[in-house]
Every structure is written in structure tokens, then in C-alpha cells.
């Protein structure tokens, strides 16, 4: 029984449960943070409007990142770098971080490298993940936007926000940006990730990390697996 599964501990460590609906409560965040520390998730991604009370929440034990430019990207480079600069006074830990996506698609790569690399420089050493949106990108765009990514100094690289026009993450997008960026960038897969043989073939493509929303779902299936 459970021949080659991974320890459900270590696995959990890979899922950055994230609770980013716009109608999300403090009662949802109560709940949701209750769980995070529970299971011992890498951790938790919520809206700007929810990090300093994730944080009080959470602790120590699990990191909070907190959205930025979620999840259209379109606002200016200076409201995402106030962005990060409040929440990190709030007490993010991380970031994940909608970038131009247009500027990007109009061959706009400068300026897309910039605001990336702005972001960067404004967490102050805290990790920056991008978010992509893969399924409005072509080969080629998605091989630019995660390279250009790289460029400006990201800690990590997500095919898709999970809400906005990302799509869902698959084996081949995974494998696609883990073969794009070197071996210090890792990946992300976000959107669509409910249950752990999906979990578990994203991982093997080349995912470092997992954003869901069933964290609590895939590892309790990894554990039955286990007859745990």
C-alpha cells in the first residue's frame, strides 16, 4: 500500500493553499488559517486586505504571501510596489505577483523586465513568484515571460494566477517552465488542482510548489493511500 507516495509532512510543504474569492470572510480566514497551521502547509496566499491577520493567525509555522496586482496585473508598477511595501509592513513573507501581461504580448520585453525586476527589489529579499498566465500565451510567449522573469531576479515562476485568465496548470506548462529557468528559479503550478494524482504528475513535470485551493483534500487522500 502506497509504494512510492511521498510522506504526507514533506508533501504538505509543497501546497501554498490559497484563498483569494473576493467574498471571502474573516470567518473563511479563521478557518482556512486553522487548517494551514494543522496540515503545516508551505503556505498560505490571500488578497493584500488579509495578511496582517493571516500573519497573526498563522504564526510562524506556515508563510504568507500575499497577492499583488491580483489578478489582472494591469494596474501601474507603482501601485503593485506600494503593494508589496504595505504588506510586507504587515508581515507577508512572500509574494506572488501579477506582472504586465500586455506589455509582454506587445513585445514590450523592457519594460516588462523592469516593473518584474522593481517588484524584486522592493520585497527586500522575500521571495517574488510571478504569476504567467499561460493560457492566453503561445509557446514562445511563455518561454519569453518565464526567461525574462529569470532576468529580473524572481525566486520562482507560475504558469497561471488561478483566477484570472491563467487556465489550469498542466504536465506539459510545468515541464515547459522547469525547462525554461535554471534550477535556482522554482516552479510554481497553480489552477486546477484538486485531487493528488494531478498533484502528484504536476509535481513530477518539474513543480516545486502546488497552489490550491484542496490542500487539505490531496493530503488526506495521501494519507488514506498510505493507510494513514
Same mark, same amino acid.
Given at each position: 500500500?502506497? /509504494?512510492?507516495?511521498?510522506?504526507? *509532512?514533506?508533501?504538505?510543504?509543497?501546497?501554498?493553499? +490559497?484563498?483569494?474569492?473576493? *467574498?471571502?470572510?474573516?470567518?473563511?480566514?479563521? &478557518?482556512?488559517?486553522?487548517?494551514?497551521?494543522?496540515? #503545516?502547509?508551505?503556505?498560505?496566499?490571500? /488578497?493584500?486586505?488579509?495578511?496582517? /491577520?493571516?500573519?497573526?493567525?498563522?504564526?510562524?509555522?506556515?508563510?504568507?504571501?500575499?497577492?499583488?496586482?491580483?489578478?489582472?496585473?494591469?494596474? +501601474? %508598477? +507603482?501601485?503593485?510596489?506600494?503593494? @508589496?511595501?504595505?504588506?510586507?509592513?504587515?508581515?507577508?513573507?512572500?509574494?506572488?505577483?501579477?506582472?504586465?501581461?500586455?506589455?509582454?504580448?506587445?513585445?514590450?520585453?523592457? *519594460?516588462?523586465?523592469?516593473?518584474?525586476?522593481?517588484?524584486?527589489?522592493?520585497?527586500?529579499?522575500?521571495?517574488?513568484?510571478?504569476?504567467?498566465?499561460?493560457?492566453?500565451?503561445?509557446?514562445?510567449?511563455?518561454?519569453?515571460?518565464?526567461?525574462? %522573469?529569470? /532576468?529580473?531576479?524572481?525566486?520562482?515562476?507560475?504558469? %497561471?494566477?488561478?483566477?484570472?485568465?491563467?487556465?489550469?496548470?498542466?504536465?506539459?506548462?510545468? #515541464?515547459?517552465?522547469?525547462?525554461?529557468?535554471?534550477?535556482?528559479?522554482?516552479?510554481?503550478? %497553480?489552477?486546477?488542482?484538486?485531487?493528488?494524482?494531478?498533484?502528484?504528475?504536476?509535481?513530477?513535470?518539474?513543480?516545486?510548489?502546488?497552489? &490550491?485551493?484542496?490542500?487539505?483534500?490531496? @493530503?488526506? *487522500?495521501?494519507?488514506?493511500?498510505?493507510? #494513514?
Amino acid at each position: 500500500m502506497g /509504494q512510492g507516495l511521498p510522506d504526507p *509532512e514533506a508533501f504538505a510543504k509543497k501546497i501554498h493553499d +490559497t484563498l483569494v474569492a473576493p *467574498e471571502a470572510t474573516l470567518s473563511d480566514l479563521k &478557518t482556512f488559517c486553522s487548517t494551514a497551521r494543522e496540515y #503545516r502547509f508551505g503556505a498560505v496566499v490571500v /488578497q493584500g486586505c488579509w495578511v496582517k /491577520q493571516a500573519k497573526e493567525l498563522v504564526g510562524d509555522e506556515v508563510n504568507v504571501s500575499a497577492g499583488v496586482g491580483f489578478p489582472m496585473g494591469g494596474v +501601474t %508598477s +507603482t501601485a503593485k510596489l506600494a503593494e @508589496i511595501r504595505e504588506t510586507a509592513a504587515l508581515g507577508a513573507d512572500m509574494f506572488d505577483v501579477m506582472p504586465n501581461i500586455g506589455f509582454l504580448r506587445s513585445g514590450m520585453d523592457e *519594460e516588462f523586465k523592469a516593473e518584474v525586476a522593481a517588484m524584486v527589489r522592493e520585497a527586500g529579499g522575500r521571495p517574488v513568484r510571478v504569476m504567467l498566465e499561460f493560457a492566453v500565451l503561445d509557446r514562445g510567449e511563455k518561454v519569453r515571460a518565464a526567461k525574462l %522573469s529569470e /532576468q529580473a531576479g524572481v525566486a520562482g515562476v507560475k504558469n %497561471s494566477s488561478g483566477w484570472g485568465r491563467g487556465g489550469p496548470a498542466t504536465v506539459e506548462d510545468i #515541464r515547459l517552465l522547469r525547462e525554461s529557468v535554471g534550477p535556482k528559479v522554482h516552479v510554481k503550478a %497553480s489552477g486546477g488542482i484538486r485531487d493528488l494524482d494531478n498533484a502528484l504528475s504536476l509535481v513530477d513535470a518539474g513543480a516545486d510548489y502546488l497552489g &490550491t485551493r484542496a490542500g487539505v483534500a490531496i @493530503i488526506d *487522500e495521501l494519507r488514506e493511500r498510505l493507510g #494513514r
